[in-house]
C-alpha cells in the first residue's frame, strides 16, 4: 500500500457517498452500483481500517435505497466483519445489533453467522449482545457440518456395499471394507442407536465371510464378539433414550430385558 493509493481509496469513497444521492428509493439501477463498490473495496490495496469504515458507506446506502432488503445488509455486513479491529469492541457489537436489526426475513444461518463472527472475536464474551443467537447459530452449524458428514459416510458405505457384494471381490479386501466402516460410522452422526445396530450387522457379514470365504474361525470368532458388543451398546443406547424420553413402563420392560440379556454388563 502507498500514500497514493489511500488518497484515491478515500476519494472513490467520497465520490460514491456522493453519487448515491442520486438514486432515489427501491431504484434497481442501484443494485449494480453498491455491489460494484463491495467488491472495489475488497480488492482494494489499502488497511483494513480503511475498507472497514468504507463499508459504512455501502451500509448506509442499501439502509436508505433499499430499508427492506434485510439479507443483502447482513451479507455486507458479513464482510465488513472481514475487515474489523477485535479490540475495538464498539465495533463488533455495533455489527452484531445492526445484524439482529436487520434479521426480519433473513435466515438465521446468515444473521446468526455475523453475530457469531462478532461473538467469536469479542473479549468480553459475557456481556455480548446477543450472544444467546451467537450460540444458537453455532449449535445449527455444528447440526448441519454433522448431517453433511453423515451424508458423505452413507454415500461412502453405499460404494463399500457395491463390493462387499460382489463375488468377485477379494475375501480379505473385504474384511478391510467392513473394518472401514466400523470406523467411520460413529455415534456422533449417526446417534449411538443407529451407528451401533449398523456396527453390528456388518461385524455379522464379518463373521460369514470368515466362516464361508476365509474358513478363518478365529477371525470369526473375534468379529462375532465385536458383533455382540455392538449390539449390547445399541441396545443400552436404546434403554437410555426410552428413560430419558419414552414411556416409564416401556423403560422398565426394557431394562428388565437387558439385564437378563446381558447380566454381566458394568453399567458402560
Request: a neutral charge; hydrophobic letters at 35%; aromatic letters at 12%.
Amino acid at each position: 500500500m502507498s500514500a497514493a493509493e489511500d488518497v484515491r481509496f478515500e476519494l472513490r469513497s467520497k465520490e460514491f457517498n456522493k453519487a448515491i444521492e442520486n438514486y432515489s428509493r427501491e431504484d434497481e439501477n442501484a443494485w449494480s452500483f453498491i455491489e460494484n463498490r463491495q467488491q472495489e473495496i475488497m480488492d482494494s490495496a489499502v488497511n483494513n481500517e480503511r475498507k472497514f469504515r468504507a463499508f459504512d458507506g455501502v451500509l448506509a446506502a442499501l439502509h436508505n435505497i433499499f430499508p427492506r432488503s434485510n439479507t443483502a445488509y447482513c451479507q455486507a455486513l458479513e464482510k465488513q466483519l472481514t475487515y474489523v479491529n477485535k479490540k475495538n469492541s464498539e465495533d463488533l457489537e455495533r455489527i452484531a445489533k445492526d445484524a439482529y436489526f436487520h434479521s426480519h426475513d433473513v435466515d438465521v444461518m446468515l444473521y446468526g453467522k455475523v453475530i457469531y463472527g462478532a461473538y467469536k472475536l469479542s473479549k468480553d464474551k459475557e456481556n455480548f449482545p446477543y450472544k444467546d443467537i451467537a450460540k444458537y447459530f453455532r449449535k445449527k452449524q455444528l447440526q448441519q457440518e454433522r448431517k453433511a458428514i453423515r451424508e458423505d459416510i452413507k454415500e461412502r458405505v453405499r460404494e463399500l456395499d457395491f463390493y462387499l457384494e460382489d463375488s468377485q471381490t477379494d475375501a480379505v479386501r473385504k474384511l478391510g471394507m467392513v473394518d472401514e466402516i466400523l470406523d467411520i460410522v460413529q455415534d456422533k452422526y449417526f446417534g449411538p442407536i443407529e451407528a451401533n445396530k449398523v456396527k453390528r450387522n456388518y461385524c455379522k457379514a464379518a463373521v460369514q465371510i470368515c466362516r464361508e470365504e476365509l474358513f478363518d474361525t478365529n477371525s470369526a470368532d473375534r468379529y462375532l464378539m465385536y458383533a455382540n458388543e455392538y449390539a449390547r451398546r445399541a441396545d443400552k443406547a436404546d434403554l437410555e433414550w426410552e428413560k430419558r424420553h419414552g414411556d416409564p413402563q416401556k423403560a422398565k420392560i426394557k431394562e428388565n430385558l437387558y439385564m437378563k440379556n446381558y447380566r454381566s454388563d458394568t453399567g458402560r
